[in-house]
């Protein structure tokens, strides 16, 4: 995997984030202090459930290298399928101005699942583990600050949308890896 490839699946990856960010800054406006909790507790997350999927992957990934491209091309369309699913289906919730541990912990762990599921794929892929997920990391930090800032500024509108992108660059990515490993790109 090239650092390009590596920027697009931060970038899918940071989405849902990203989405809970805009709802955040809906309720506390501009702010850098909310822009600076948001980011780092989506940060750090994001950053973390790579490298703990990734150890965990590790674990039996030499069991199923014959179709390990499968697992990785399934992982990241289920969680592309979702997101888009989600950005379509949702009605839009109502934004809580909270930044407290109690508010911010279960998002950050609610939107940071499917970067453990990304780390298990990247366990697979063999790649340099703290590299992919500080890229992850401070790439989701990076757009979770301005989707603060954005939801302060535009409202909810930009919310579904990157949902349904954040999704299809990851389905996307999921069927290069997979059309790679079959012979039929060579990127």
Not at 113 to 133: E, T, W
Not at 143 to 153: C, E, N, Q, R, T
């Amino acid at each position: 995997m090239n650092f390009w490839e590596l920027i697009i699946i931060a970038i899918g990856l940071s989405m849902d984030a990203f989405a809970v960010a805009v709802c955040k800054g809906l309720a506390t406006g501009k702010n850098l202090k909310a822009a600076l909790v948001v980011g780092l507790y989506f940060g750090v997350f994001q950053m973390l459930m790579p490298i703990i999927g990734y150890y965990a992957g590790i674990q039996f990934a030499d069991k199923i290298t014959m179709f390990d491209h499968w697992i990785v091309f399934a992982l990241l369309t289920i969680i592309g399928g979702r997101m888009i699913y989600e950005s379509v289906g949702k009605k839009e919730e109502e934004a809580s101005c909270r930044l407290g541990i109690k508010s911010m912990l279960p998002l950050a762990l609610a939107t940071s699942i499917d970067a453990l599921a990304v780390g298990i794929g990247f366990a697979f892929l063999k790649v340099n583990i703290f590299l992919s997920a500080g890229t992850i990391g401070v790439t989701t930090f990076l757009l979770s600050g301005a989707g603060v800032f954005i939801g302060g500024i535009f409202g909810s509108k930009f919310k579904s949308k990157a949902e349904f992108f954040g999704g299809l660059i990851l389905i996307l990515i999921g069927l290069k890896i997979l059309l790679e490993h079959l012979g039929v790109i060579n990127f």
